[in-house]
């Protein structure tokens, strides 16, 4: 019977495993599209049906951050021999890389992806750090209306935040906001707070108080006990905050569409942008998009040892 | 070290009080037990002192100061509380050096170590100093929570029902344990439990809360032998107090839901003085004896062995009491016994007011 049992569990197991494979490979099928059409030459990004067997190229990645125009007759074999090579790879395409002077003009890419990455970092700092403060406080003193205050707080999430963006728009450009950094850093930790301080705030209640008591009356201030004592014991929620935070910010379109043109427009609404020159160059999206998946893909990584591992409360078993 | 003085304090949370007017002296080196149920208001006490709550009402003096405006790190208190009184992540070293490296200390390194040192050989924790805490099993948690307690020879010592999340046999060792340890240290202990047997067996001095009041302070012998009202008798002892509602007219005493009457002796008649009518009879369970000519006759109800000796529930009327008899001794469910009360050990209390009515009971009232 026992074993009729343990193999009828194993049969479930084996069928689960199964399972989870192919789900893993459908969520994985886009993300493979878009990396392999990155690394794809041109005239083999977009036939019928998708080539999967090429030689791997990074000619889309070097296009993705120079400025370069189509040449109307053939590169001379002389000039051709004298640039460097990933020059030359711009030139089997018959364009050629715009110079001032002699250097390299880049493309609009470099510069929109150091915007995602300054805003995105920023906000996702500030908003969990606010965030935490704020929910160690509603945690742990008595604070007059708690209950209003936090539902004040959870009720900036109950619009769709789109349904403001007019209003925001006429507000931000009223005081000189729009397309800056500031002003969509403001923005996401708006949009982030809410979130932060809730998910916090479960995560502080988790934590004894008894740790940081313990510490006052060893000689301790609140401010120290609560660096030394909360903030490590929390580090788990401030992880998973923060991941969270971090996508919202990074991924965000609508508002960065929005507010910003130039100076401080981030990578999402720049990459679609480039559909509208010319005959689309699909490589060079996919490239563009490839290379702005990895941040979230990093950051996620380094820090699921926190999201995974179970909380190590309770010095003393309860 | 130090005198500690509590006049007055009063404590509210919202509309609940935990605190009434409570007056507290616990001297130099005592090892001072607040004995009390859950709710009673021990741990509030405990944590006024400490400075991690503020009184309603009322001050607080600790070595003759009062620390009203102090906080909890300038009291100079060590805390041990039942759980959670360990850092987390931090080994048994970090945790023993963590209070010394405070900044109101600002200790030189190998003065902690030697403290570290002379702690974990006090308590025999050496060999655990690299280990990190979640490593430990309940007793040496609470050994290492003691530790940290003792390295910075605080004034107080207070705990906070320490021993009761441990196993009966551990807590039986650290409970002397903890015992010798204040003697040694000459330290003020202030102890809190609701168990009494912690408190009969390590207090100097033990003080019974009842419901944010002070039902009695005293001795342990004075606390059981006796009890100032209902309420002590019956929380402290094991078995608790037989209370039975009776009557006292002249010399005869009747408890009238069971068959027992008997005469008062001169002795005990004196010592009630002039009190008579409808009082609590209290009597303790090895102060009932087996006795032929005894005037109380009852039925085994039920029995609790407890190896020298049982507890055995006797039956009258609609009444039941214990007594506790020698091992020996058969008894069967419904036997008749014929048994008596040692007199020269029985209570009397006010029906009304729980308070003792016996001589030394009021002697004792008036001299506190």
């Known amino acids: 019977?026992?074993?009729?049992?343990?193999?009828?569990?194993?049969?479930?197991?084996?069928?689960?495993?199964?399972?989870?494979?192919?789900?893993?490979?459908?969520?994985?099928?886009?993300?493979?599209?878009?990396?392999?059409?990155?690394?794809?030459?041109?005239?083999?990004?977009?036939?019928?049906?998708?080539?999967?067997?090429?030689?791997?190229?990074?000619?889309?990645?070097?296009?993705?951050?120079?400025?370069?125009?189509?040449?109307?007759?053939?590169?001379?074999?002389?000039?051709?021999?004298?640039?460097?090579?990933?020059?030359?790879?711009?030139?089997?395409?018959?364009?050629?890389?715009?110079?001032?002077?002699?250097?390299?003009?880049?493309?609009g890419y470099p510069s929109r992806f150091m915007n995602s990455l300054i805003i995105a970092i920023t906000s996702t700092v500030l908003a969990v750090g606010m965030g935490t403060f704020t929910a160690y406080g509603f945690s742990r003193f008595r604070v007059k209306g708690e209950a209003d205050l936090l539902f004040f707080i959870l009720s900036t999430r109950m619009l769709p935040p789109i349904v403001v963006a007019i209003p925001m728009f006429l507000m931000y450009r009223a005081v000189g906001l729009t397309d800056t950094h500031i002003g969509l850093i403001?923005?996401?930790?708006?949009?982030?707070?809410?979130?932060?301080?809730?998910?916090?705030?479960?995560?502080?209640?988790?934590?004894?108080?008894?740790?940081?008591?313990?510490?006052?009356?060893d000689g301790y201030t609140r401010m120290q006990a609560f660096f030394k004592i909360v903030l490590p014991e929390a580090a788990t929620g401030i992880a998973a905050t923060a991941v969270f935070c971090f996508i919202t910010a990074w991924?965000?379109?609508?508002?960065?569409?929005?507010?910003?043109?130039?100076?401080?427009?981030?990578?999402?609404?720049?990459?679609?942008?480039?559909?509208?020159?010319?005959?689309?160059?699909?490589?060079?999206?996919?490239?563009?998009t490839f290379l702005f998946l990895l941040p979230v893909a990093i950051f996620t990584f380094a820090l699921r040892g926190h999201l995974l591992r179970g909380v190590t409360f309770g010095a003393i078993r309860k | 070290m130090a005198h500690v003085r509590l006049n007055g304090i009063t404590k509210r949370f919202g509309a609940h009080t935990a605190l009434e007017n409570l007056d507290l002296e616990i001297e130099d080196g005592q090892f001072f037990v607040l004995l009390g149920p859950t709710g009673a208001g021990k741990t509030t006490t405990l944590r006024l002192i400490a400075g991690l709550e503020k009184p309603t009402a009322g001050s607080i003096e600790i070595g003759g100061v009062d620390v009203g405006d102090w906080g909890a790190a300038e009291r100079d208190v060590a805390l041990v509380l039942q759980q959670y009184s360990l850092y987390p992540r931090y080994t048994v070293r970090q945790n023993l050096e963590f209070p010394l490296k405070s900044n109101i200390r600002r200790?030189?390194?190998?003065?902690?170590?030697?403290?570290?040192?002379?702690?974990?050989?006090?308590?025999?924790?050496?060999?655990?100093?690299?280990?990190?805490?979640?490593?430990?099993?309940?007793?040496?948690?609470?050994?290492?929570?003691?530790?940290?307690?003792?390295?910075?020879?605080?004034?107080?010592?207070?705990?906070?029902?320490?021993?009761?999340?441990?196993?009966?046999?551990?807590?039986?060792?650290?409970?002397?344990?903890?015992?010798?340890?204040?003697?040694?240290?000459?330290?003020?202990?202030?102890?809190?439990?609701?168990?009494?047997?912690?408190?009969?067996?390590?207090?100097?001095?033990?003080?019974?809360?009842?419901?944010?009041?002070?039902?009695?302070?005293?001795?342990?012998?004075?606390?059981?032998?006796?009890?100032?009202?209902?309420?002590?008798?019956?929380?402290?002892?094991?078995?608790a107090m037989n209370l039975l509602p009776a009557d006292l007219l002249g010399d005869r005493m009747r408890v009238p839901s069971g068959a027992i009457e008997f005469a008062v002796g001169p002795a005990l008649r004196a010592r009630l003085g002039r009190s008579s009518g409808p009082i609590t009879l209290g009597i303790r369970a090895e102060n009932v004896h087996l006795d032929p000519a005894g005037s109380i006759e009852a039925r085994v109800w039920g029995v609790e062995n407890?190896?020298?000796?049982?507890?055995?529930?006797?039956?009258?009327?609609?009444?039941?009491?214990?007594?506790?008899?020698?091992?020996?001794?058969?008894?069967?469910?419904?036997?008749?016994?014929?048994?008596?009360?040692?007199?020269?050990?029985?209570?009397?209390?006010?029906?009304?007011?729980?308070?003792?009515?016996?001589l030394e009971g009021r002697a004792l009232e008036a001299a506190e």
């Open chain 2, 107 to 239: 200790m030189a390194q190998p003065d902690i170590d030697q403290r570290v040192a002379r702690a974990a050989k006090t308590l025999r924790i050496e060999h655990l100093l690299e280990r990190k805490v979640d490593r430990l099993s309940g007793g040496e948690m609470q050994r290492v929570s003691i530790g940290r307690a003792i390295v910075r020879s605080p004034r107080i010592f207070l705990m906070d029902e320490p021993l009761s999340n441990l196993d009966a046999k551990l807590r039986e060792t650290l409970r002397s344990e903890l015992k010798d340890l204040q003697m040694k240290l000459g330290a003020t202990f202030l102890f809190v439990t609701h168990d009494q047997i912690e408190a009969m067996s390590m207090g100097d001095k033990v003080g019974v809360l009842n419901d944010g009041r002070l039902a009695q302070v005293g001795t342990p012998y004075e606390i059981y032998h006796h009890p100032r009202d209902t309420y002590v008798a019956g929380f402290v002892g094991s078995p």
């Open chain 2, 306 to 358: 407890h190896g020298v000796e049982k507890i055995v529930t006797l039956k009258t009327g609609d009444c039941l009491f214990k007594a506790t008899m020698p091992a020996t001794i058969a008894t069967a469910i419904d036997e008749p016994m014929r048994l008596s009360f040692d007199q020269s050990r029985l209570h009397a209390f006010d029906a009304a007011t729980g308070l003792n009515l016996s």
């Open chain 1, 1 to 107: 019977m026992a074993a009729v049992k343990s193999s009828g569990r194993a049969a479930v197991n084996r069928l689960a495993v199964v399972g989870v494979i192919i789900a893993t490979l459908i969520f994985l099928a886009p993300i493979y599209w878009i990396a392999s059409t990155a690394f794809k030459p041109r005239a083999l990004a977009t036939t019928v049906p998708p080539t999967v067997l090429f030689q791997p190229e990074i000619t889309s990645f070097i296009k993705l951050f120079v400025k370069r125009v189509q040449m109307n007759k053939a590169v001379d074999p002389a000039t051709y021999a004298a640039a460097p090579w990933w020059e030359q790879r711009i030139m089997d395409n018959g364009e050629r890389v715009l110079r001032t002077g002699d250097n390299v003009q880049l493309s």
């Open chain 1, 186 to 217: 403001i923005l996401y930790i708006a949009f982030n707070l809410s979130f932060s301080v809730w998910l916090m705030k479960g995560f502080m209640d988790e934590i004894p108080k008894e740790y940081e008591e313990a510490a006052l009356v």
């Open chain 1, 251 to 288: 991924n965000e379109y609508a508002f960065a569409l929005i507010m910003t043109n130039r100076r401080a427009q981030t990578a999402p609404p720049f990459i679609p942008s480039q559909l509208g020159s010319g005959l689309p160059d699909w490589t060079v999206i996919a490239a563009g």
